[in-house]
Nanobody, 128 residues
Framework: QVQLVESGGGLVQTGGSLRVSCAAS????????MGWFRQAPNKEREFVAC????????NYGASVKGRFIISRDNAANTVYLQMNSLKPEDTAVYYC?????????????????????WGQGTQVTVSS
C-alpha cells in the first residue's frame, strides 16, 4: 500500500512560481507513471500533468502546457510539479496520483480512473 503526501502549496501572486512535491512511502513508485490533477471549487477534477516511470515521457493539460513542468526523483520516491507564470485560474487543490501498473503507457493518461492511489491534496491559491 502506497501513501502519497503532497506539500509545497500556498499563496502566490499572479505571474509567480511555486513548486509542489509528492512524497511516496510504503513502497516504491519508480515503476509507475505518476500524475498531477487539480480541482477548483464547484469544478470537476482536471488533469494537469503526468510522467512515465523513467521520466522520459511527459504529458500536460492544455491549460498548463508551456508553464508547468513535471519531474521525478526515483531515488527519493518523489514527484514534483514546477508551476511558473501562475494565473488566478490555476487556483485549486492539487492532487498527486499513482497510475495503475496496467496503464503505465496508456493514451488515457488524463483519465483519473486509471490512477489507483491519491494523496490528500495541497491548496494552491494565486492572487490577482
Amino acid at each position: 500500500q502506497v501513501q502519497l503526501v503532497e506539500s509545497g502549496g500556498g499563496l502566490v501572486q499572479t505571474g509567480g512560481s511555486l513548486r509542489v512535491s509528492c512524497a511516496a512511502s510504503g513502497r516504491t513508485v519508480s515503476s509507475n507513471s505518476m500524475g498531477w490533477f487539480r480541482q477548483a471549487p464547484n469544478k470537476e477534477r482536471e488533469f494537469v500533468a503526468c510522467i512515465s516511470p523513467s521520466g522520459t515521457i511527459t504529458n500536460y493539460g492544455a491549460s498548463v502546457k508551456g508553464r508547468f513542468i513535471i519531474s521525478r526523483d526515483n531515488a527519493a520516491n518523489t514527484v514534483y510539479l514546477q508551476m511558473n507564470s501562475l494565473k488566478p485560474e490555476d487556483t485549486a487543490v492539487y492532487y498527486c496520483a499513482k497510475r495503475s501498473s496496467a496503464f503505465t503507457y496508456s493514451g488515457r493518461y488524463y483519465d483519473p480512473a486509471i490512477y489507483d492511489s491519491w494523496g490528500q491534496g495541497t491548496q494552491v491559491t494565486v492572487s490577482s
